[in-house]
Each structure stands twice: as structure tokens, then as C-alpha cells.
């Protein structure tokens, strides 16, 4: 029986990270106090090995492309990051957009429209995670129910945990829980 791979969504600023390598500079504007574009690696290479599906809001496409315009990077090289089979390209129909209405409604933290459609996005994908960059969005950690019921965790990028795995016949010995030595 195949695993299905996690699904996590991602914001336009995660793209961005990862595409522009971006390094946020500490206080003294010469240490590296975030290195976003590292960050985002290990999520892309567990996508590419089939362990992450990523959701991004076809709204991404824009967004990504007019941040990475203004610094130089080629439109091809932007377009290709999005033509990958681990990436599940989610357009904003009529569903996304009363989610991210109904989201702006709410107050949370004075959301801006392309901000509330990743956001209804990955609640509407039931995607485990989102990952963003934006601390207004990470805010909103637990507190955007997915359309499973459960609540949408928003962090910054990471490969989630792996669940915990389970006891075997062997391990668990004869009579339920492992036995002990």
C-alpha cells in the first residue's frame, strides 16, 4: 500500500525565499540572522522525492513573477519552479475566494486579499501546513479551521516530523505493549 505524500501549502514568500536565495541580515547588517532560501531547500527536496506534495495558490504565479522580475531572475527559470509533479497548482474559483472573503470578515489580522487566498487555499486543500515568511500570517497559527475541521498550522519552512512509527507484531512481544528486557 503506497504512503500518500504530506501536503503543505506554501505563500508567495516562500517561492521568493527559495528562488531569490534570500538571506535576512541581523542588526549589524552583516551577519545572516535568517538564511530563508536554506530554509526552504529541505521542504523542496522531500517534495522531490515524493515525501511533500506542495499546494500553491495559482494567484503564486503572479506574485512570484513580479517579486523575481524586479530582481532580475528570468520568467522561465520562475514558471519552471511551478511545472513540477510534487507541485498541485490550486486556481482561485468561487470556493477560495468566499473562503478568503469570509477570512477578511473575521478581522484576522487585517488580512490582504492575495494574503487571505493562500491562506483559504491551503485550508480548502486540507494541506497540514502552510509555510510563509509573513509574520502577520504566522499569527494565525491554529486559529483557520481547514475544511476537514481540524486547524491549519502556519509556520515558517521545515519538513514536518515524520509520524511516529508504529510497533510491529515483534516489538510488541507476545500480549500487547513492547515487552521488556
Known sequence: MAISPKRIAWDACSWIAHIQKEKI???????VAEDRGAMCRPVLNAAERGILEIVVSAL???EVLCKNREAGIDDQKVRDYFDNDYILLVSVDKQVGDRARQLMLEGHAKLKP???????????????E???FDDRLLALDGKVDKLDGTRLVIKKP??????????TELERGPGGPAAAS
Not at 158 to 167: D, E, N, W
Open 114 to 128: 492575495p494574503d487571505a487566498i493562500h491562506i483559504a487555499t491551503a485550508a480548502i486543500a486540507n494541506a497540514e
Open 130 to 132: 502552510l509555510h510563509t
Open 158 to 167: 521545515a519538513v514536518p516530523a515524520p509520524p511516529a512509527p508504529l510497533l
Open 60 to 62: 503564486s504565479l503572479v
Open 25 to 31: 541580515l541581523g542588526a549589524d547588517g552583516k551577519t
